[in-house]
Nanobody, 129 residues
């Protein structure tokens, strides 16, 4: 079973940048599509970004497109979410998640929370205006 540990969250000002990291262990990262999701208090867990297992295809929520970038380094077993021009509405707990896509196309990019298992424990991002 793959294990995921997020880090890099914190308290920032609106307009700042932040990099979230997801350390993956237990299985070969290259078998997994990876996603980032976020959940604000009282709200559902929302899709943020995802990347195919070969890294060639990416998908972003409209609300973060052009500001956030998802990256993966299979050799280091790491996935990243670079967040620029942060806004107060980006504040949430951010979760990293994995989906085994060994039997899917290498370019497959799942975007639904139900597609993913397992999940990390989350990292808090707070954005002050």
């Amino acid at each position: 079973q793959v294990q995921l540990v997020e880090s890099g969250g914190g308290f920032v000002q609106a307009g700042d940048s932040l990099r979230l990291s997801c350390a993956v262990s237990g299985r070969t990262l290259s078998n997994y599509a990876m996603g980032w999701f976020r959940q604000a208090p009282g709200k559902a867990r929302d899709f943020v970004a995802a990347i195919s297992r070969n890294g060639r295809n990416k998908s972003y929520a409209n609300s973060v497109k052009g500001r956030f970038t998802i990256l993966r380094d299979n050799a280091k077993n790491m996935v990243y979410l670079d967040m620029d021009s942060l806004r107060p509405e980006d504040a949430a707990v951010y979760y990293c998640a994995a989906k085994d896509t060994t039997y899917n196309s290498a370019t497959y990019v799942p975007t639904r929370p139900d597609d993913y298992r397992p999940w990390g424990q989350g990292t808090q991002v707070t954005v002050s205006s």
